[in-house]
């Protein structure tokens, strides 16, 4: 199904203040001014007759991606602002409560998702554990969806408290977001956070009974050394750690190339920990691209690696994202996005009709991947990762 493509810019250029970062490396200085960051909204035609009467169909593009797994931002604010992510003093657009999608909203979000064959959903950010009331979020997503498996990514600075309400209303897991166990490095890191209260976070989640993962991004001169250390900090909790190769997005655009440390690198690094040969397994079916590399002692430990760049996996690609204002994004690489709130504050009679047309839509002529190495796609540094939901 073809329809032309209408866009609308949202927001208009808007300059960013460089500010001081406390931050000792070259990477980490003030960043130039930029454009905005918000989405560029498509404009919606009507569906065709006949659609939404009897099932509806499996979520998937014209290029035969099958999607399974929706990654939904519950707000586009932070208490940290990690160098690679955000500015310098944080995002300087952001929604105002009547913009976000309300917790109705979101749920019935996550519902046509799972009618369209959508079985895990993870929330995300900005920082999702900032968002007032999350837990009853996750409650009501948990009580009235279909979904299989809520999962939440985090960069776990309240998590101490957080965790066993979250783990009552319903959530089955945590991705923690960590780069250094240096605390110090991870103050400058994060401007500002405390390494303290992310590894109490941590903790918290074990004791919780949370299924908990650990992020790393790591980048050369700052953070590459910390691979082993992570590794083994994570093993020795039962934790598998993963490691993210820096994409060239939002902030993390302007930062110099050779910041970037690919999986084989780190592979490397890791050595004698990890068995000698063999590719990387695919992880569990319709979860998300990483790939994992097996403890050489035959414990069954694992170390996850998530290789946008050095092995692009959008062929494969299961996720869509939907921002905590209720865009739509088919990918993390563009700005181009349906307003599924608007659909949902418009729409007379049937919600999940409108809803599953907008999203059905706005995958179906999804692009065939991220082209982040393609100079001439300038799409990429405004695109703020904690505006998305990464
Ligand atoms: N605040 C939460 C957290 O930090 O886990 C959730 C949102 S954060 C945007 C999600 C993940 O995106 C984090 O693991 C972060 O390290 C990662 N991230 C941010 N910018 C990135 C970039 N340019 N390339 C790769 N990963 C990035
Ligand atoms: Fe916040 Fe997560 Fe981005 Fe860090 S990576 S600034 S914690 S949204």
Redesign the pocket.
């Known amino acids: 199904m073809r329809v032309e493509r209408a866009f609308v810019v949202m927001e208009g250029a808007f300059g960013l203040a460089p500010g001081g970062s406390s931050a000792n490396d070259a990477a980490m200085r003030a960043l130039p001014v930029l454009e905005s960051r918000m989405a560029v909204r498509e404009a919606l035609p009507v569906p065709p007759a006949g659609w939404g009467e009897g099932a509806l169909p499996l979520l998937h593009d014209e290029r035969g991606r099958v999607y399974r797994y929706l990654r939904l931002s519950v707000t586009d604010r932070?208490d940290l602002a990690?160098v690679?992510?955000m500015p310098p003093g944080g995002e300087h657009e952001h929604a105002v409560r009547r913009e976000l999608l309300s917790f109705d909203e979101a749920a019935q979000v996550v519902r046509t998702f799972t009618a369209m064959g959508i079985r895990r959903v993870r929330l995300?950010?900005?920082?999702?554990l900032v968002r007032k009331d999350v837990v009853r979020l996750v409650e009501l997503v948990r009580r009235t969806t279909e979904v299989e498996r809520i999962a939440l990514?985090?960069?776990a600075t309240r998590l101490s408290e957080l965790a066993t309400p979250l783990r009552r209303a319903g959530l089955d897991a945590v991705n923690v977001?960590l780069d250094t166990l240096d605390p110090g490095r991870f103050a400058e890191l994060t401007r500002g956070g405390s390494l303290e209260q992310v590894l109490a976070g941590i903790h918290a989640a074990l004791d919780a009974g949370l299924e908990v993962k650990l992020?790393a991004?790591l980048m050369r001169g700052v953070t590459d050394l910390e691979a082993p250390r992570l590794v083994d900090w994570a093993w020795e909790r039962g934790i598998v750690p993963r490691f993210?190769e820096?994409?060239p997005?939002?902030e993390?655009a302007q930062l110099p190339r050779d910041v970037r440390v690919g999986a084989d690198e780190v592979r490397a690094r890791l050595g004698a920990r990890l068995a000698p040969e063999g590719s990387l397994e695919a992880g569990a079916k319709d979860h998300g691209p990483a790939r994992y590399a097996m403890a050489a002692d035959g414990s069954g430990r694992r170390v996850g690696f998530i290789t946008p760049l050095s092995n692009e996996f959008c062929d494969t690609c299961n996720r869509v994202r939907v921002t905590a204002m209720g865009d739509i994004r088919a990918c993390l690489a563009s700005r181009r996005a349906v307003s599924l709130r608007d659909v949902l504050r418009t729409s007379a009679g049937d919600p999940e009709r409108a809803l599953s047309w907008a999203i059905w839509w706005a995958l179906a002529g999804k692009e065939r991947g991220h082209r982040f190495l393609d100079a001439s796609a300038d799409e990429h540094e405004r695109v703020g990762?904690?505006l998305i939901?990464?």
């Open positions: 932070c990690c690679y992510c995300t950010g900005g920082e999702p990514t985090t960069n977001s992020n991004v993210i820096l994409m997005l939002g993390a990762m904690s939901g990464g």
